[in-house]
């Protein structure tokens, strides 16, 4: 699951990250991120319906990779899983944390900040590892890191956009972790789904994704 997952977040560069939206909000957009080429997304844990959301979207599409997000307790893990979660994404580094999902078998993406904490996230088992908030660290650090950290792959979230997305890519990053700016609310409440297609294919060409074919 881990390999397969980290291939697809490779493939596609941009997982779409939903944060207190409603159940109804995230699974109207699924279609749209199927029929785009988007098989990952994340949902954080902060979100009321984050749950539900999770529980709906894995009985409906089998074709999507669900992750947790801003998860930073144990017990936001438990729920996570039972709701068929396939993935936690951290906010931070927290090593109590990350052994709990080591022994849990459940491939994870650590949060972290500094170099010392992106490499201690993948010393202790991340598959990947966010970098957050990444527009406040800039393009030049992801490109520094990148020197003597090649072998880790990185997820830049927090003030990703169309106007910067591509050069955190070229700097480096492995993937970008887009919110709202990826899905225009007031679309999705108007279902102008055009839209909203619009809006995914702008960013899939911003930050040249070419499909891949997996079996």
């Known amino acids: ?32 991120l199927l029929g785009s080429g988007f098989h990952t997304v994340e949902i954080t844990m902060e ?9 709906l979207i894995k009985h409906a599409y089998s074709g999507i990779y669900v992750g947790a997000g801003t998860v930073k307790t144990i017990d936001d893990v438990d ?33 972290a900040f500094t170099p010392s904490e992106i490499f201690d996230a993948y010393q202790h088992g991340a598959a990947m590892v966010k970098v ?14 990148k020197g003597p950290l090649s072998e880790i792959s990185l997820m830049v979230t927090g003030g990703i956009n169309l106007g910067n997305c591509a050069e955190f890519l070229q ?33 899939r060409q911003a930050t040249a994704i070419k499909n891949k074919q997996f079996s």
Request: hydrophobic share 45%; with cysteine; proline share 5%.
């Open 132 to 145: 957050f908030p990444a527009a406040a660290l800039g393009t030049g650090f992801i490109k520094n890191l």
């Open 1 to 32: 699951m881990s390999a397969d997952l980290i291939q697809r977040i490779h493939s596609e560069k941009i997982v779409p990250l939903f944060r207190k939206k409603s159940a109804k909000f995230i699974v109207s957009v699924c279609p749209l």
């Open 171 to 203: 700097a480096g990053a492995d993937a970008v972790g887009v919110g709202s700016s990826l899905i225009p609310k007031e679309a999705v409440q108007a279902e102008d789904w055009d839209a909203v297609k619009r809006s995914l294919e702008e960013w």
């Open 47 to 55: 979100s009321n319906e984050a749950v539900e959301s999770i529980r």
């Open 79 to 111: 729920k996570a899983l039972d709701a068929g979660s396939d993935f936690i994404v951290t906010p931070i580094l927290n090593h109590k944390l990350l052994q709990y999902l080591n022994e849990k078998g459940v491939p994870f993406i650590s949060g």
